[in-house]
């Protein structure tokens, strides 16, 4: 079942199977579209997948809630990392224990879920809001990068993320900004106070736009001791787990990616 819920600055979908059982983990999602477009309600069939496929692997009573955050031009920085600061509050108040919930996003969805990381990070008490684990699709690291550079595959066209970067941030100083644009952070040490408890699920593609920033973060990562599990899918687009599950015509291959993520969940987050 799902149902919206309302918070003080935003809104999101909840689902999960028994509403009067405290769910054993949470899936807390931010979903893509360039800061500019699109809804969690798009994803609803992802979303609604997922859940079935943490049941499925044996998880008591898994629950996902994707934020609503406000778009572009409507609000830009800093409105929507507060959005996703109190999404996620909200996620913990529900759950008790950070270490049962999993952050995720895919592309612009997972740049607001590390921006996210990087606030946790700062504040006093990180060590006890920090989730436990994030799993992340072809996410959208650095906003403005030339090495985004257009692929005979990917969908996506680098100088319209570049605009839709450029959006979002406000101000063209806010692009250096860690907290506004992920990627820019070279910084070892917080990212290593920053890391999920348990490390990062990385899915991508290998024809991605965006691949040679995420491969660079993925390294910094690894050599601050971060823990990353990573899939890259030979000859895929961006987003791929997302574009399969809509564009596939067999269950196996609509649900490869989604089951690579729950795979990767149940490696880092037990059952209880």
Same mark, same amino acid.
């Given at each position: 079942?799902?149902?919206?819920?309302?918070?003080?600055?935003?809104?999101?979908?909840?689902?999960?199977?028994?509403?009067?059982?405290?769910?054993?983990?949470?899936?807390?999602?931010?979903?893509?579209?360039?800061?500019?477009?699109?809804?969690?309600?798009?994803?609803?069939?992802?979303?609604?997948?997922?859940?079935?496929?943490?049941?499925?692997?044996?998880?008591?009573?898994?629950?996902?809630?994707?934020?609503?955050?406000?778009?572009?031009?409507?609000?830009?920085?800093?409105?929507?990392?507060?959005?996703?600061?109190?999404?996620?509050?909200?996620?913990?108040?529900?759950?008790? !224990? %950070? +270490?049962?919930?999993?952050?995720?996003?895919?592309?612009?969805?997972?740049? $607001?879920?590390?921006? =996210?990381?990087?606030? #946790?990070?700062?504040?006093?008490?990180?060590?006890?809001?920090?989730?436990?684990?994030?799993?992340?699709?072809?996410?959208?690291?650095?906003?403005?990068?030339?090495?985004?550079?257009?692929?005979?595959?990917?969908?996506?066209?680098?100088?319209?993320?570049?605009?839709?970067?450029?959006?979002?941030?406000?101000?063209?100083?806010?692009?250096?900004?860690?907290?506004?644009?992920?990627?820019?952070?070279?910084?070892?040490?917080?990212?290593?106070?920053? !890391? %999920? +408890?348990?490390?990062?699920?990385?899915?991508?593609?290998?024809?991605?736009? $965006?691949?040679?920033? =995420?491969?660079?973060? #993925?390294?910094?990562?690894?050599?601050?001791?971060?823990?990353?599990?990573?899939?890259?899918?030979?000859?895929?687009?961006?987003?791929?787990?997302?574009?399969?599950?809509?564009?596939?015509?067999?269950?196996?291959?609509?649900?490869?990616?989604?089951?690579?993520?729950?795979?990767?969940?149940?490696?880092?987050?037990?059952?209880?």
């Amino acid at each position: 079942m799902w149902r919206e819920i309302i918070l003080k600055n935003s809104h999101g979908i909840w689902i999960n199977l028994d509403q009067y059982v405290k769910p054993d983990i949470v899936i807390y999602h931010c979903h893509g579209g360039g800061l500019s477009m699109g809804s969690g309600y798009f994803y609803l069939e992802f979303l609604l997948a997922w859940v079935s496929l943490l049941k499925e692997a044996g998880y008591r009573n898994p629950a996902i809630f994707s934020l609503e955050y406000t778009l572009v031009p409507d609000a830009v920085y800093p409105a929507q990392l507060e959005q996703t600061v109190t999404g996620y509050d909200y996620v913990r108040k529900i759950v008790g !224990s %950070p +270490s049962r919930i999993c952050v995720g996003g895919d592309s612009a969805g997972a740049t $607001l879920i590390l921006s =996210l990381l990087l606030h #946790i990070a700062k504040q006093p008490d990180y060590e006890n809001r920090r989730p436990g684990y994030a799993t992340l699709i072809s996410p959208w690291t650095t906003l403005f990068s030339t090495q985004n550079r257009n692929t005979t595959s990917d969908f996506l066209d680098a100088n319209q993320l570049h605009m839709y970067g450029r959006q979002y941030a406000g101000s063209e100083k806010n692009l250096g900004d860690p907290l506004v644009s992920p990627g820019v952070c070279k910084d070892g040490a917080w990212w290593a106070k920053a !890391s %999920p +408890s348990k490390g990062y699920g990385i899915l991508f593609g290998s024809e991605e736009v $965006l691949g040679p920033e =995420l491969r660079d973060l #993925i390294a910094l990562w690894r050599k601050n001791g971060c823990a990353v599990s990573v899939r890259e899918e030979a000859g895929a687009i961006h987003a791929w787990p997302v574009a399969s599950l809509f564009l596939c015509d067999t269950q196996a291959s609509r649900q490869k990616g989604l089951r690579d993520l729950v795979k990767m969940i149940e490696r880092a987050i037990e059952k209880q």
